[in-house]
């Protein structure tokens, strides 16, 4: 048994160890920890407590995969309700459909009565009314919301700074391995942004025959490189995972223009190995990662790989105001 997160999934790993070993399937626990994540407003890019979009509201993403059905479920653009992930697994449970978006997640979490709540927390409310009042224009204050946004997206974000999400990827006692991804996005991102948690293939994905992979960071490029489903098929092309995580991360030396930033790749195999890679990394990039006989899951640095010349991250509003303590 194997399960593995990225750093802002501390707070759920332990729970999805215990789950396991109590014999718990792997998606099953997955989800235990995921949610406690989701929970734990210390997060700021994760559930309740994330930070919002340019309008001031928090959108939450995730999606599920079980690896020996390839079954997946996802939402996006989701506000309002507390634990993603729980949803994410119904829609793979209940509905033909594997993604749901904007307000059909909604009224699909409203249908099957999943906790609604309130997601923006006073340090995230208070840092962006800050950003507002220091960063938009009086008439476009004056105007507020309908105003173009795409300039004030493009000066908000900054795409060197790493965009993390929690992910959690997991093997069962019966060699069962799912994945996990819940994230609340870009700060000040584009209302109706999605980024890669929900995109099966790109931030995460599962196949119990060969093994698992997810994302962390700039979304963006692992969509364009399809970074999770290529990792897992170079390891059924007979790559071990260390080499498969290293050809993916070839894969993303071509991407040219766009947003070129910091993604750090997770990956097990079905063997109980993993590989874990901040591309561009920095090095407070660590994992956590806990295996069948240890006590409690212990905390890993990821091998960093620069891919640009300038991988240094350069402060946005929310970050500034962060380190104001707001």
């Known amino acids: ?86 949803i994410a697994r119904q829609v793979m449970e209940r509905l033909p459909h594997v993604l749901l978006v904007g307000e059909g997640a909604r009224r699909f979490a409203a249908e099957i009565g ?14 962006w009314a800050r950003w507002f009042a220091d960063e938009v224009g009086e008439a476009d204050r004056a105007a507020w919301p309908d105003v173009p946004m795409a300039e004030l997206c493009k000066q908000a974000i900054d795409p060197e700074i790493g965009r993390d999400t929690t992910v959690l990827l997991a093997q069962d006692k019966a060699g069962h391995i799912g994945a996990g991804t819940s994230t609340s996005g870009w700060g000040w991102k584009y209302p109706g942004r999605l980024g890669d948690s929900p995109i099966i293939g790109a931030g995460s994905y599962a196949d119990t025959r060969y093994g698992a992979c997810a994302c962390t960071g700039v979304g963006e490029m692992s969509i364009r490189a399809g970074t999770a489903r290529a990792v897992v098929l170079y390891m059924k092309m007979g790559m071990s995972v260390e080499e498969a995580v290293h050809e993916a991360v070839d894969d993303m030396r071509a991407l040219k223009g766009g947003l070129i930033g910091r993604v750090t790749i997770h990956a097990i195999d079905a063997a109980g190995g993993h ?45 500034r105001y962060e380190r104001l303590g707001l």
Request: aromatic content about 4%; cysteine-free.
């Open 275 to 319: 590989k874990v890679v901040a591309v561009n990394g920095m090095p407070e990039n660590h994992y956590w990662l806990w295996r069948e006989g240890e006590a409690v899951p212990a905390s890993h640095p990821a091998e960093i790989i620069a891919i640009s010349d300038d991988p240094a991250p350069k402060p946005t509003a929310h970050r």
């Open 114 to 127: 999943a906790e609604a709540g309130e997601l923006l927390m006073p340090h995230a409310r208070t840092a």
């Open 1 to 86: 048994m194997i399960a593995i997160s990225n750093n802002e999934g501390g707070s759920g790993i332990g729970a999805t160890a215990r789950e396991l070993l109590d014999g718990a399937r792997a998606l099953d626990a997955i989800e235990a920890g995921v949610r406690l994540v989701e929970a734990d407003e210390s997060v700021r890019t994760v559930g309740r407590g994330g930070w919002p979009n340019l309008l001031g509201e928090v959108e939450l993403d995730a999606s599920v995969m079980d690896g020996s059905t390839l079954r997946t479920g996802a939402i996006g653009a989701l506000g309002g309700y507390l634990h993603p992930i729980s």
